[in-house]
């Protein structure tokens, strides 16, 4: 069956169809790694998204279930070179075709995928229309300038309820815009207890979870369209250590008075390279964004850049100079691509710890009972104050100061050499 693939500047290419019979509208972006495809499709920040692979053989190690990065795909159409119908893998369960009419996306086969991604590179990314069958093309432009981009992709793929996923070790609370299954399982490699909660969650009911941490997931789309997340960090910072990753980079600065923007074309892929700036090391990293932080911005707030793109020299990282509050825009998890930026991370519990050190936190139960002390104090307080006599009332105030009791204890002095967050 004959697919097309409409760009929104008149650009025509016809194809071969497979995937679902099926008519989709949506931005077009390009992905410039070798592997992953199936990741890639099962990537929550691709969402509103139809996806051109630039490497020629897609599918030829089939779909296993079990590296998907999400419960399904969330891309709106899939454009490649080739797709392989018969994979060689012990471990394939299905094939790209079948994976894509299982959740009714279309895909698009035998097109120039070079020129396509030249087009993208050239003008920026733009809608396009992609459809299988043989509707008039008239008709295929009609709808694709009535259609309009998505602005709510965040809502559409969290989390509706809060997830518990049980560790011994650092409670973190996920924020999930559209979280890929390697941060958690980052997460719960390293013994944390994780709590994966709705993109939509005001900060005083991610306080009641009692987390030492915040992860801020990546997910698709502007940082602009989530406002209230940018809100709920705000009043997060400062008193709960912050990691941020992909969007949760991006809504962290916003939330810290930096502002971004939309890039020409993005960066999606496994191997950007990125510059640790205080060591001067080199990571080749994965990505998957259209936005980013812009760098004038950043001058003005309480953030300091740590990493840059080596390309395009984009910020690819922040740290707050006073909070314990750091981002990337980079996947360090990968899931697909290159697992060099793993140690941020340990980095991140580390800057827990260290929190954890020097703010006493107490317990929830020293919590309840402080409340119920208080709670008697007040009464008792009140009924004494009744039955007192005015001579009594009026008692020195030297007494009081006389009591040992009444003297605050001194509070030990910090050791000196203990690392602050901004130098950790």
């Known amino acids: 069956m004959q697919a097309r693939l409409l760009l929104e500047d008149g650009t025509l290419f016809t194809g071969s169809a497979f995937g679902a019979e099926a008519e989709t509208t949506g931005e077009v972006v390009f992905n410039t790694g070798l592997t992953g495809y199936q990741e890639v499709l099962s ?9 051109a692979m630039t490497y020629p053989l ?17 891309v709106h159409g899939f454009v490649v070179r080739e797709h392989e119908t018969l994979p060689s893998n012990w471990r394939a369960q299905d094939t790209v075709d079948q ?26 990314t733009m809608r396009g229309l992609l459809a299988t069958g043989n509707a008039p093309i008239g008709e295929l432009q009609e709808r694709l300038a009535a259609s309009r981009l998505l602005t709510d992709q965040v809502r559409r793929v969290s989390t509706s309820s809060v997830l518990h996923i049980p560790g011994r070790r650092e409670r973190i609370a996920v924020l999930d815009f559209g979280s890929k299954s390697g941060i958690v399982r980052d997460l719960v490699a390293r013994g944390c207890d994780v709590v994966i909660v709705p993109q939509n969650t ?38 709960i250590p912050i990691f941020g990753i992909c969007l949760g980079h991006q809504l962290l600065s916003l939330a810290c008075g930096a502002d971004t923007e939309k890039m020409k074309f ?34 003005g707030t309480k953030l ?10 984009t910020v690819e990282g922040v740290r707050h100079t006073e909070f314990p509050a750091f981002s990337v825009q980079y996947h360090p998890e990968a899931s697909p691509g290159p697992q060099d930026s ?42 004494a104050a009744s039955a007192a006599s005015p001579a009594e009332s009026a008692a020195s105030p030297a007494a009081s100061a006389a009591s040992p009791a ?8 910090a050791e000196k050499g203990e690392p602050t967050y901004a130098e950790k």
Do not use: W
């Not at 030492?212 to 406002?227: F, R």
């Open 43 to 51: 990537d929550p920040s691709y969402c509103g998204q139809i996806v």
């Open 58 to 74: 897609i599918g030829n190690y089939g779909i296993t279930r079990d590296d998907f990065e999400s419960i399904r795909p969330f």
């Open 99 to 124: 994976l894509l009419k299982e959740y009714g996306i279309p895909g698009i086969s035998g097109i120039d995928t070079r020129m396509l991604t030249r087009i993208l590179r050239h003008h920026g």
């Open 202 to 239: 005001t900060a005083d009911a991610i306080r009641k979870l009692d987390p030492d941490g915040i992860m801020l997931s990546n997910g698709p789309g502007d940082p602009k369209d989530v406002p209230h997340a940018v809100d709920a960090i705000r009043n997060l910072l400062g008193d």
């Open 266 to 299: 993005g960066h999606r892929g496994g191997n950007h390279p990125v510059k640790e700036l205080a060591t001067g090391r080199c990571y080749i990293t994965s990505q998957n964004h259209g936005y980013t932080v812009k760098p004038e911005s950043i001058a």
């Open 304 to 313: 300091a850049v740590t990493h840059i793109n080596n390309n395009d020299k």
């Open 342 to 383: 793993g140690y941020l991370f340990d980095q991140f519990i580390e800057m827990i710890r260290i929190h954890k050190a020097t703010v006493a936190k107490p317990s929830r139960q020293a919590v309840i009972h402080l409340g119920v002390v208080r709670a008697n104090g007040r009464l008792a307080g009140t009924a």
């Open 406 to 413: 009444a003297q605050p204890e001194e509070a030990e002095p």
